[in-house]
């Protein structure tokens, strides 16, 4: 465990009891207070403190309802509550088993009468200094709404595929809950604030790599906050789980501030993104072979402020690292600044006690980034480095605290906060850089060759979701900032709406939106959604089927149309994105229509893409556009043209449209009649949008999730390229073998394999054990037992008759993973088995059968 976490215990240990603490890594032992069992039921009379996970996107990330993000402070394990399975605090991409988070905090301070205090969500020094809580019983209970139709969670009041609700307040002085400050020795003193957090997840291409976070902060105190600041302070360790536990999990971060991005849309232009950012210092290359791999963390994380209550801010960038003792504790200080220097006690980085917090929250400095801080900036008015600055430069425990105000806050009055946390991709690149370029007096070279692309653009995506440019809110005529971009005969320039020359024609240019109204969407352009998947089963072989009917006829949130293109089948051995494979497509029959614009003299599109029937409309009878072309196009005076111009098509995708072939995605009843809103199915479907895929000939020894996609034709006037659900979506879990109906009908006989099972059989180098390298090779073996009924209980004896371990098998009625069943060679001691020969039990309404194992190792 990387550090103290919180001690957990059950309902029935009194609050009032207090356990000494042991320093952990260096770490001050201090007294503090038990807390409830965060996972159980809520208990009357506690905070009802719980965790969720954001996971419908690439960046999986666990939130609270204690006023902070990660898995800090609820110890190395936490549950997630929907699935019953452990969860990292960031893991991005998802499934990979890369930690990109240990804790993100809030952090809030303010003037109070004669009195500075702040209250957070964790101390990030003392860490189970929680002053943030939910209410007791329902009304602290976290919320799950989803915009999805299929989803259990579906509410028409969601925001986003996966929104998740919380409210806490820092009232809560019970020093059964929250500690006595160990610096200022006084019990916490609140500010009165309560905090609606909600936080929103989308799936789709651009929105898959951010959280965006949405803040109500509001004054319940009897007092009015003066000065009044709101910070994050983020401690992000990145590594693989395989080396968790080790230095390199989280001695090794780098941390900075990106202030600008160059634009997407603009050419030599910057955008304002803000991001304060943390990474690995070198990505982890694999030293055995000096290149990257599953193991590896190239990517970086950080924050965004997107909303302030007001655009006359003092925003400061501060970072600090420690090991937990004074003599590894330090961070940037600016003696020249107009605020008078501070004194932190013991350290130098972290700051403890209220008035500490509240100067670094206050400071209005920006910190240079890490990676320089061997370099003098005296020059700049900054202290010298430290003895150990080599040391603290080139990677370490790196923690940053973003913070902007002030505001004066009156009772009663709410303030508006929203941020992004964001994930990029490949920011560590070459596997040789660290080595090879970075020196701790000179580390431009290796930060110049950072890439920031995929953090940048993410950024800039997680600002448009939340206020989309060149779309009018609140219908009063501003649909944002913009630029006039013209066409001139031999350039493309952009002007502000001060620099539009005047005797420009309107016909050359248009308008190119930068930012939104100012008015907050928190939406985008969305894919249909994807339907819900019924997975049957045979002996090597998987049939896939779904209902069409809600994805077909799903209008775009911004078009008004149906935007429906098609269909996609996936499958792959893990349910990771880059591990999807495509098996099958399906796409309406439509055409792109192309006309040559006169006064631009370039070719046009159409907004919207044509189907075969209206090209049949207006072109007539057995028309093919896929004889005509940009070189050969269909003239203006064929007699089949009526519109005036020169056209041509061009295919919206592949027109994979033949819904006929059974060996293709295919219409489970070709005869159905889509105007008939009675013939339906059992189930009440309508049998015109009932689809089958079949995926035959698969191993029966191997597991797979299947995936079914919808996607849409794209929208020309918001710059998108046709969107699609992600595979992870309604990805299913599925074993190719015998189901579980067929078994308990035909009784058929349990199958155990392998058998023997040999510890020198290579399962795991042929993918069938530890396929995610996260734990040991003794605790991922397994022995599969196939052909079962969906409820039956599994017994492993000794020849002595002596018990070895039972797992009960219960898929209630069927399932795709409903014969199925694996033993991981562990006793139920939780000890590792021996070399033998074992008797294996299947007992059900079947009756009981038996068979011998042998394991050798």
Not at 278 to 285: E, T
Request: hydrophobic fraction near 30%.
């Amino acid at each position: 465990m990387k550090r103290l976490a919180l001690t957990v215990i059950t309902a029935a240990v009194l609050l009032s009891v207090v356990l000494p603490i042991e320093p952990a890594h260096g770490r001050p032992g201090f007294t503090k207070p038990v807390t409830i069992n965060l996972y159980s039921k809520p208990v009357a009379g506690y905070p009802n403190v719980s965790i969720e996970r954001h996971k419908i996107n690439r960046l999986a990330l666990a939130v609270t309802n204690n006023g902070f993000f990660g898995t800090g402070s609820y110890g190395s394990n936490p549950i997630d509550p929907e699935t019953g399975l452990t969860m990292l605090a960031c893991e991005y991409p998802i499934n990979s088993n890369v930690e990109y988070l240990w804790v993100g905090a809030l952090w809030f301070g303010a003037v109070v009468g004669r009195d500075t205090l702040v209250s957070v969500g964790a101390g990030m020094y003392y860490f189970d200094m929680l002053e943030l809580w939910p209410d007791e019983g329902e009304a602290g209970r976290m919320i799950r709404r989803s915009t999805q139709p299929y989803s259990h969670y579906y509410s028409v009041d969601a925001v986003s595929e996966e929104d998740i609700i919380a409210e806490y307040c820092d009232t809560l002085t019970n020093t059964n809950f929250v500690s006595i400050d160990p610096y200022d020795n006084r019990p916490h003193q609140p500010l009165g604030i309560k905090i609606t957090q909600k936080s929103y997840a989308w799936s789709y291409p651009y929105a898959e790599d951010f959280i965006l976070f949405d803040f109500n902060i509001e004054n319940i105190g009897p007092f009015p906050l003066k000065q009044f600041y709101i910070g994050i302070a983020v401690d992000a360790d990145a590594y693989h789980t395989s080396n968790e536990g080790s230095s390199g999990s989280w001695l090794d971060d780098i941390c900075g501030y990106r202030e600008v991005f160059p634009s997407t849309v603009i050419p030599n232009y910057d955008d304002s993104i803000r991001v304060a950012w943390v990474a690995d210092n070198d990505g982890d290359p694999n030293p055995g072979v000096g290149a990257y791999d599953f193991s590896s963390c190239t990517g970086v994380t950080g924050i965004r402020i997107i909303r302030t209550p007001s655009d006359s801010l003092e925003y400061s960038f501060n970072w600090w690292v420690t090991g937990y003792t004074p003599s590894l504790d330090w961070g940037p200080r600016q003696t020249s600044t107009d605020k008078p220097y501070r004194d932190f006690g013991p350290n130098f980085g972290s700051p403890l006690g209220d008035r500490n917090k509240y100067y670094m929250l206050s400071t209005r400095e920006f910190d240079y980034d890490q990676l320089e801080a061997a370099m003098a900036h005296s020059s700049e008015g900054w202290m010298n480095p430290p003895a150990r600055a080599e040391d603290f430069a080139d990677g370490h425990n790196s923690i940053y605290l973003f913070s902007f105000g002030p505001f004066d806050v009156a009772p009663g009055e709410t303030l508006p906060v929203t941020l992004a946390y964001v994930g990029g991709e490949d920011f560590h690149h070459d596997p040789d850089a660290f080595e090879d370029l970075y020196q701790p007096h000179n580390p431009g070279p290796y930060q110049d060759q950072l890439d920031f692309t995929s953090l940048g653009l993410n950024a800039t995506w997680a600002d448009w979701i939340y206020d989309n440019p060149g779309y009018d809110t609140d219908n009063n005529g501003d649909s944002g900032g913009f630029l006039w971009k013209c066409e001139w005969a031999d350039s493309t320039a952009y002007y502000t709406e001060d620099e539009f020359p005047d005797d420009s024609s309107s016909d050359l240019c248009e308008k190119v939106f930068i930012s939104g109204d100012d008015e907050p969407d928190f939406r985008g352009a969305a894919p249909p959604p994807a339907p819900i998947l019924n997975v049957s089963t045979d002996f090597s072989r998987l049939i896939v089927r779904w209902n069409g009917q809600l994805t077909e006829n799903s209008i775009d949130v911004f078009s008004k149309k149906k935007d429906f293109e098609g269909y996609k089948v996936y499958y792959g051995e893990d349910n990771r994105l880059s591990d999807f494979v495509l098996l099958a497509t399906y796409d309406r029959r439509n055409y792109n229509l192309y006309y040559w614009d006169e006064v631009h003299l370039r070719w046009e599109v159409t907004e919207t893409p044509l189907d075969y029937d209206s090209l049949v409309t207006l072109f007539g009878k057995d028309f093919d556009p896929d004889q005509y072309s940009e070189q050969s196009p269909l003239a203006t005076d064929h007699p089949r043209n009526s519109t005036g111009r020169y056209i041509y098509f061009i295919p919206q995708n592949w027109n994979e449209s033949d819904l006929s072939d059974p060996y293709r995605i295919h219409r489970i009843y070709p005869d159905a009649d889509p105007d008939d809103p009675t013939d339906t199915t059992a189930a009440g479907n309508h049998r015109f949008y009932e689809y089958e895929y079949i995926i035959d000939n698969i191993s029966p020894t191997r597991p797979v999730y299947v995936s079914v996609t919808a996607f849409d034709y794209g929208s020309r006037t918001h710059y998108l390229s046709a969107l699609e659900t992600s595979p992870l979506t309604n990805a299913v879990y599925a074993w190719p073998q015998t189901s579980s109906e067929e078994v308990e009908r035909d009784g058929l006989g349990v199958t155990v394999y392998p058998n023997p099972y040999r510890i020198d059989g290579g399962y795991a180098q042929a993918g069938f054990e530890n396929r995610d390298r996260t734990k040991s090779a003794e605790r991922t073996r397994k022995i599969h037992f196939a052909n079962l009924p969906a409820r039956c209980t599994i017994r492993i004896f000794t020849l002595n008759g002596d018990l070895v371990q039972k797992i009960e098998h219960d898929y209630g009625e069927s399932g795709p993973e409903s014969m199925h069943a694996t033993w991981n060679l562990i006793s139920r001691n939780t000890q590792a088995v021996t070399t033998g020969i074992y008797i294996w039990s299947v007992t059900s309404d079947m009756g009981e059968q038996l068979g011998k194992l042998v394991i050798m190792k």
